[in-house]
């Protein structure tokens, strides 16, 4: 459904049909049937239509209200009647029920049959149908309405006029809604990848993937038990992953931070307290310190007594001196 807002000239036919519905009984019977006529001529003439001089057209309408006077009854009031009872579900294909439409109305309006009309009663039955989508989309919560719009394919004029909002507005929504189309064409993929797997192996690779709970129930059609149950399988993997990675860091942070001073032999702790010395004499700001230290390999501790308490390292040394 492609239909906007531009507006086209309505066909001679349809007009005339249209006219004849605003009379009333009295003025398709006696003596005012061919005053209606005329008075009919000459408001066609008025909105840019020739009929008065044109004496097909003036025909084609005198016939027009023949049928009626015939009939008993103008024929867009069946037609009317006819539009008015359809329902989306009715108007899913339009061309179908186009043929239905004049099928039915036809065996009073055989006129109706004609070829040159089934293109105008289509495009009513699409109109009948925008409005009804329309109609549809203003009672949806949220956003919904606009969504409903965009999938069939409405005209984005026609959306935000109907719905009253912005162009911004369907601009995000629009956004949201390819993004959402990439993300299922994503998790397609990532079900390939593990196509024959159980669902519960599915279900864990779509979550290492970051694909949302809701998404994986509606695409790997699971139950939400499967769900629960790998979601607590990989709490525990998780817990136990990270704690061999507290247990590894602290491993790496005693690592770095060298022996205790008690465990550090002589001759290291005076080639230690040495290279102390000679950084602190290149700097004294406690972080380029630390940082010196740490490249030169200095155990923490040691290099904690440098910046918080240095005349311990007069001590140390002695000590290591014997």
Request: aromatic fraction near 4%; proline fraction near 3%; hydrophobic fraction near 35%.
């Amino acid at each position: 459904m492609t239909a906007s807002n531009a507006t086209e000239k309505k066909p001679l036919w349809l007009l005339i049909e249209e006219n004849i519905l605003d009379l009333g009984s009295q003025d398709i019977s006696g003596g005012n049937f061919e005053e209606s006529i005329q008075r009919i001529a000459g408001e066609l003439d008025n909105a840019g239509y020739n009929v008065s001089h044109h004496g097909g057209n003036l025909l084609q309408l005198r016939w027009a209200m023949n049928e009626t006077r015939k009939v008993g009854r103008p024929l867009m009031k069946d037609f009317n009647t006819a539009i008015a009872a359809l329902t989306l579900e009715d108007v899913a294909d339009p061309y179908a029920t186009t043929n239905q439409l004049i099928h039915d109305i036809g065996k009073t309006w055989p006129k109706l049959k004609k070829s040159e009309r089934r293109s105008d009663v289509i495009r009513i039955v699409e109109k009948t149908k925008l409005d009804l989508f329309i109609a549809k989309a203003k009672g949806l919560p949220d956003d919904e309405g606009i969504r409903l719009l965009i999938e069939d394919k409405v005209a984005p004029e026609v959306i935000t006029n109907a719905l009253g909002i912005t162009g911004e507005k369907l601009e995000q929504v629009d956004t949201e809604m390819k993004e959402e189309r990439a993300e299922r064409e994503r998790v397609v993929t990532l079900l390939g990848s593990v196509e024959g797997k159980s669902n519960e192996e599915k279900v864990k690779h779509l979550f290492e993937n970051n694909v949302s709970e809701e998404l994986i129930i509606e695409m790997a059609k699971v139950d939400p038990g499967v769900i629960d149950a790998v979601k607590k399988a990989m709490e525990a993997e998780l817990k136990e992953k990270q704690r061999l990675a507290e247990e590894e860091a602290a491993r790496k942070k005693e690592a770095a931070a060298g022996p205790s001073l008690e465990d550090i032999p002589s001759d290291e702790m005076l080639d230690y307290i040495e290279s102390i010395r000679e950084i602190m004499e290149f700097s004294d700001q406690e972080k380029e310190i630390r940082v010196m230290c740490e490249q030169s390999s200095i155990p923490k501790g040691l290099v904690d007594i440098a910046v918080s308490e240095p005349d311990r390292l007069d001590e140390l040394e002695k000590k290591a001196e014997g």
